[in-house]
């Protein structure tokens, strides 16, 4: 099969309709052939044989038929479809074998060899159903478990509680993240057919920790270095910096739980001013949490509200539209540099200063629109989609909500919910689709716009013995999960950490610790 087919012959200058109407004068006499040649513009050799039979109309489309019926091909990309949501979509070379497999199954004549579609079939199949290869992004299974509605309508009960009454210049969110030293997010423009280069100074592997943080109003707050080392050298802190910038150091160049308390109390409660209370948002990483850290918060009205497992994609501010801005402008930065200092490795002190830069750079209305976006300020509880929750779950929040709101419109709403649920999440099964037969595979009866076609350029028929959807079923078939352990919960999804029940939990497992190395030892 040609990729890209180029008609070499012109159009006929003639249409269908023209034909048909030479055809019935020539057969009825009205006019002479030559004549209704003449008249229609058609040669005369095409005219005679339409006139005498020779030659009929096979068919209204312009090649020959499918390898394989439309509705087939049609459940096949929505099966692609629907698996490239749930996160498992299959590539190029799988959905060639599950179609080979069908039609070894269901043993159907097609012109592939061996059974298997080609590299044309497949760019065929992707062109008509709208399908693309694209590189997928990497989603923590754990992500996907914790997207559970009672645990992030919990969190929002939580968060509109404390933050109620509480203006926007009070409300912050802190986070971490690494600035790698060599750039790779930008694009360069380069001939066609060549690879790009861009020469940096090392592998690309150095990464530095940087701690920022703003508030709901778009005040940004000083930023906290953390380098890799045992010490902080005078060497590594630039000249030029942004206003109450500080420095720390650790063994992996990682956060940990004593450079997080100096922080918050050297960097943030200095320049969060004098207004009390005051909520601080950030994750529940363990760096982040410990007994005098929370007495702290305590003694200074800090409320801190932890947000739950795993969320931080969709409720953090600064993850929502801080840092892919702000990393953009650092690889720019770093590209100007690594020009003018070709093969050198860049100084500590040069990155902080650009840091400093960029971060005085940053637009207000980003940290602003964060806040936004998290559903914090202003509030609002309805900001993760749909599609986001565990469906399951999804499910039985909806089931619990209906009864607790309106018991006697539950009823009523359950089978328009769910009926939603199912077009959106399930999978198709064997249960649900009917199983292709011969009657149903033509055309026109799936998509009645497709030209018809006559007897000899029907789809070939097929005679199921296996359906596709059973067929990739199998492929997804889970693992039998291992017997239960007894479990404890040691905390929520999320909840306010500065408080007294916080602390007794966490002076517990600290004693439980301790007790446990003494009998070690």
Same mark, same amino acid.
């Given at each position: 099969?040609?990729?890209?087919?180029?008609?070499?012959?012109?159009?006929?200058?003639?249409?269908?309709?023209?034909?048909?109407?030479? !055809?019935?004068?020539?057969?009825?006499?009205?006019?002479?052939?030559?004549?209704?040649?003449?008249?229609?513009?058609?040669?005369?050799?095409?005219?005679?044989?339409?006139?005498?039979?020779?030659?009929?109309?096979?068919?209204?489309?312009?090649?020959?038929?499918?390898?394989?019926?439309?509705?087939?091909?049609?459940?096949?990309?929505?099966?692609?479809?629907?698996?490239?949501?749930?996160?498992?979509?299959?590539?190029?070379?799988?959905?060639?074998?599950?179609?080979?497999?069908?039609?070894?199954?269901?043993?159907?004549?097609?012109?592939?060899?061996?059974?298997?579609?080609?590299?044309?079939?497949?760019?065929?199949?992707?062109?008509?159903?709208?399908?693309?290869?694209?590189?997928?992004?990497?989603?923590?299974?754990?992500?996907?478990?914790?997207?559970?509605?009672?645990?992030?309508?919990?969190?929002?009960?939580?968060?509109?509680?404390?933050?109620?009454?509480?203006?926007?210049?009070? +409300?912050?969110?802190?986070?971490?993240?690494?600035?790698?030293?060599?750039?790779?997010?930008?694009?360069?423009?380069?001939?066609?057919?060549?690879?790009?280069?861009?020469?940096?100074?090392?592998?690309?592997?150095?990464?530095?920790?940087?701690?920022?943080?703003?508030?709901?109003?778009?005040?940004?707050?000083?930023?906290?270095?953390?380098?890799?080392?045992?010490?902080?050298?005078?060497?590594?802190?630039?000249?030029?910096?942004?206003?109450?910038?500080?420095?720390?150091?650790?063994?992996?160049?990682?956060?940990?739980?004593?450079?997080?308390?100096?922080?918050?109390?050297?960097?943030?409660?200095?320049?969060?001013?004098?207004?009390?209370?005051?909520?601080?948002?950030?994750?529940?990483?363990?760096?982040?949490?410990?007994?005098?850290?929370?007495?702290?918060?305590?003694?200074?009205? !800090?409320?801190?509200?932890?947000?739950?497992?795993?969320?931080?994609?969709?409720?953090?501010?600064?993850?929502?539209?801080?840092?892919?801005?702000?990393?953009?402008?650092?690889?720019?930065?770093?590209?100007?540099?690594?020009?003018?200092?070709?093969?050198?490795?860049?100084?500590?002190?040069?990155?902080?200063?650009?840091?400093?830069?960029?971060?005085?750079? !940053?637009?207000?209305?980003?940290?602003?629109?964060?806040?936004?976006?998290?559903?914090?300020?202003?509030? @609002?509880?309805?900001? +993760?989609?749909?599609?986001?929750?565990?469906?399951?779950?999804?499910?039985?929040?909806?089931?619990?909500?209906?009864?607790?709101?309106?018991?006697?419109?539950?009823?009523?709403?359950?089978?328009?919910?769910?009926?939603?649920?199912?077009?959106?999440?399930?999978?198709?099964?064997?249960?649900?689709?009917?199983?292709?037969?011969?009657?149903?595979?033509?055309?026109?009866?799936?998509?009645?716009?497709?030209?018809?076609?006559?007897?000899?350029?029907?789809?070939?028929?097929?005679?199921?013995?296996?359906?596709?959807?059973?067929?990739?079923?199998?492929?997804?078939?889970?693992?039998?999960?291992?017997?239960?352990?007894?479990?404890?919960?040691?905390?929520?999804?999320?909840?306010?950490?500065?408080?007294?029940?916080?602390?007794?939990?966490? @002076?517990?497992?600290?004693?439980?610790?301790?007790?446990?190395?003494?009998?070690?030892?």
């Amino acid at each position: 099969m040609v990729r890209n087919y180029i008609r070499k012959k012109a159009p006929p200058a003639y249409s269908k309709n023209d034909l048909k109407e030479a !055809v019935q004068a020539g057969q009825r006499s009205t006019l002479t052939l030559y004549r209704a040649a003449l008249l229609y513009k058609i040669p005369k050799t095409t005219l005679f044989t339409h006139v005498k039979g020779k030659r009929g109309i096979k068919s209204n489309t312009g090649g020959r038929a499918p390898a394989l019926p439309y509705d087939v091909e049609q459940k096949f990309s929505n099966s692609i479809k629907i698996l490239e949501k749930w996160g498992m979509g299959l590539s190029k070379r799988e959905v060639l074998q599950l179609i080979g497999r069908y039609v070894k199954e269901n043993n159907i004549v097609t012109p592939f060899k061996n059974g298997v579609p080609g590299n044309d079939y497949f760019v065929r199949f992707t062109k008509a159903f709208h399908l693309s290869q694209k590189k997928p992004q990497s989603v923590e299974v754990a992500r996907k478990r914790y997207m559970d509605p009672f645990v992030m309508y919990d969190y929002f009960n939580i968060l509109k509680q404390h933050i109620e009454n509480i203006p926007a210049s009070q +409300i912050y969110n802190i986070d971490e993240t690494g600035f790698c030293l060599d750039p790779s997010r930008i694009k360069v423009v380069g001939e066609n057919g060549r690879a790009a280069h861009r020469t940096t100074s090392g592998p690309g592997r150095e990464n530095i920790t940087v701690l920022l943080g703003g508030n709901a109003a778009g005040e940004k707050l000083p930023p906290l270095v953390v380098f890799k080392g045992k010490h902080i050298w005078n060497s590594w802190i630039p000249t030029e910096e942004y206003p109450g910038m500080t420095y720390s150091a650790t063994i992996n160049g990682r956060m940990e739980t004593e450079t997080f308390q100096k922080y918050f109390e050297n960097n943030f409660l200095p320049n969060i001013g004098k207004d009390r209370p005051t909520v601080l948002i950030y994750d529940g990483h363990t760096s982040h949490i410990s007994i005098s850290l929370i007495e702290k918060a305590i003694a200074n009205d !800090v409320i801190i509200v932890k947000l739950p497992p795993h969320s931080s994609h969709l409720l953090q501010p600064m993850d929502l539209c801080v840092f892919k801005s702000l990393k953009m402008a650092c690889d720019a930065e770093l590209i100007k540099w690594q020009r003018q200092n070709y093969g050198k490795k860049l100084p500590k002190p040069m990155f902080c200063t650009i840091l400093s830069k960029i971060w005085s750079q !940053v637009n207000p209305s980003l940290l602003i629109k964060g806040f936004e976006k998290g559903g914090i300020y202003p509030f @609002n509880n309805e900001v +993760i989609p749909v599609e986001h929750y565990d469906p399951e779950a999804y499910k039985r929040w909806c089931d619990s909500n209906c009864k607790n709101n309106n018991p006697e419109e539950a009823q009523v709403a359950q089978p328009n919910l769910r009926s939603t649920l199912e077009e959106r999440f399930n999978l198709p099964s064997t249960s649900t689709v009917p199983p292709i037969t011969p009657q149903t595979s033509s055309v026109n009866s799936i998509n009645p716009e497709m030209p018809s076609t006559s007897s000899e350029h029907q789809n070939p028929p097929v005679n199921n013995t296996k359906s596709f959807e059973s067929i990739l079923l199998e492929q997804l078939k889970q693992m039998p999960k291992p017997a239960k352990s007894i479990r404890k919960r040691v905390c929520i999804g999320a909840e306010v950490i500065t408080s007294l029940e916080a602390v007794a939990k966490l @002076n517990e497992k600290a004693n439980k610790i301790k007790k446990t190395r003494e009998v070690d030892n």
